[in-house]
């Protein structure tokens, strides 16, 4: 017989209030994102001859593609409708909705814009990104457990949580969601950094953007299937939109693994195109 029935989950959202003024654990999670990402990546950036200058620009561009991303993935993913007839609420972001594919497209955008202007390969800054990006995953799915949002259906499982301050859904245990998707982003983020400590001089292009990509999808297209649904509209889908949204994220990963695989190349030493002959074609000639 276990000890353990399931888990009461009252955790405010709140960390503290003063007046109107309010401070969330979600935007406390999602700010530190940022802020262990940044040392992580000048930690990275530094052994490999680029400038914490570099990073400060990379973290700018990494912000408004995330969040900006995130936003309109959210509006016209899930409720494309309700936005579109009320353009001004998509503005609204402190009111909630942000969506991971839509950051994901935000950053891939924004990344190619940086690479672009400062000069670097495009894959050797997505192959760097994508460890910190892992980290910060883990993070804002923490932030949706304090929110109490995103849980999973109905489980006898003795880790289930009662989300209390979900009434509508309190009277089960559910899947803990957020806690699966942040762990397993999390343990992602450990082999991918573990990856470049030991091997970053040998690393092929692509290699940890690959692995990060299918690894990252694959389980969300698997953890959607415990999943409460996010709007209604996904009640007669066979698949929902965050399962249709990875499957071609999980071919993009799979292509990448294929091409290192098939033609592995070594990364340009600190990314830099600047340092090759002629480094803008050469640039144009090495495929993603």
């Known amino acids: 017989m276990s000890?353990?029935?399931?888990?009461?989950?009252?955790?405010?959202?709140?960390?503290?209030?003063i007046g109107a003024f309010e401070v969330r654990w979600y935007g406390l999670l999602f700010a530190l994102a940022f802020v262990f990402g940044q040392r992580i990546l000048t930690k990275i950036y530094v052994a490999e001859g680029r400038t914490e200058g570099d990073v400060d620009v990379i973290t700018l561009y990494m912000i408004i593609g995330t969040v900006v991303g995130a936003r309109?993935?959210?509006t016209l993913f899930y409720q494309p409708e309700y936005y579109l007839s009320n353009p001004i609420e998509i503005l609204k972001i402190w009111e909630g909705g942000l969506a991971s594919h839509g950051a994901t497209i935000g950053i891939l955008l924004a990344l190619w814009l940086f690479s672009?202007?400062?000069k670097f390969d495009y894959m050797w800054v997505l192959d760097r990104i994508v460890?910190?990006?892992?980290?910060?995953g883990a993070l804002i799915r923490l932030g949706n457990l304090m929110n109490s949002e995103?849980?999973?259906?109905p489980t006898d499982l003795p880790w289930g949580f009662?989300?209390?301050?979900?009434?509508?859904?309190?009277?089960?245990?559910?899947?803990?969601?957020?806690?699966?998707?942040?762990?397993s982003v999390f343990l992602l983020f450990v082999l991918l950094y573990w990856l470049w400590k030991k091997y970053k001089e040998a690393l092929p292009r692509g290699l940890l953007f690959g692995i990060f990509v299918t690894a990252l999808f694959s389980f969300r297209f698997v953890v959607e299937f415990l999943k409460e649904v996010q709007v209604e509209k996904e009640e007669t889908m066979a698949l929902n939109i965050g399962q249709q949204l990875s499957i071609p994220l999980i071919?993009?990963?799979l292509f990448i693994l294929f091409r290192v695989w098939q033609n592995p190349k070594p990364a340009l030493p600190g990314?830099?195109?600047e340092d090759q002959p002629d480094g803008r074609q050469k640039a144009d000639t090495r495929k993603v």
């Open 72 to 74: 309109l993935g959210h």
């Open 116 to 118: 672009r202007k400062q």
């Open 150 to 153: 995103i849980f999973g259906r």
């Open 251 to 253: 071919l993009v990963g």
């Open 162 to 183: 009662i989300f209390v301050r979900q009434s509508e859904y309190s009277h089960v245990p559910r899947h803990p969601t957020q806690l699966y998707e942040s762990l």
């Open 3 to 17: 000890i353990l029935n399931y888990i009461t989950w009252d955790v405010s959202p709140s960390i503290f209030s």
């Open 271 to 273: 990314g830099r195109l």
């Open 131 to 136: 460890i910190v990006v892992a980290l910060g």
